[in-house]
């Protein structure tokens, strides 16, 4: 554990926060995942806690996956293992989205999401040493 990088690790997870910001905008998913919650933009009210703990699990799994990936990884396959993980979150909450009756763009934009961020983390991770 000690062989990790931990700026790297922080960095990820505030990318991770970065990247949600713009997947869920207007400028991109934003407007059909409202619509797919059947929600409008000024129905949001999130508490500081809900960024918060968000953060924290972010940050717990770029840790886990850094540990996975053990020192100095290649960047391949940092990336390719990453990628993987999120296709694994992917499909996890596809299951999960069939018994919640949540549409197939409901999926594609939320584990879209976790698909690129995990990505972005083996990218991180490969490249930093």
């Not at 931990?6 to 990318?15: D, E, G």
């Not at 396959?77 to 499909?91: E, N, P, R, S």
Request: aromatic letters at 14%; a neutral charge.
């Amino acid at each position: 554990m000690s062989d990790i990088n931990y700026y790297a690790v922080l960095v990820a997870a505030i990318l991770s926060f970065a990247v949600g910001g713009l997947w869920y905008s207007p400028m991109l998913f934003g407007r059909i995942w409202l619509k797919e919650m059947k929600i409008e933009a000024e129905d949001i009210k999130q508490k500081p806690s809900v960024f918060i703990l968000s953060f924290i699990f972010a940050l717990v799994a770029v840790f886990v996956i850094a540990d996975l990936l053990g020192p100095n990884p290649d960047l391949i396959h940092a990336v390719t293992v990453c990628a993987m993980v999120g296709a694994i979150v992917f499909l996890g909450l596809g299951i999960t989205y069939q018994f919640s009756n949540k549409s197939l763009r409901h999926l594609l934009i939320d584990g879209g999401y976790h698909l690129v961020i995990f990505t972005l983390f083996g990218l991180i991770l490969g490249s930093w040493h």
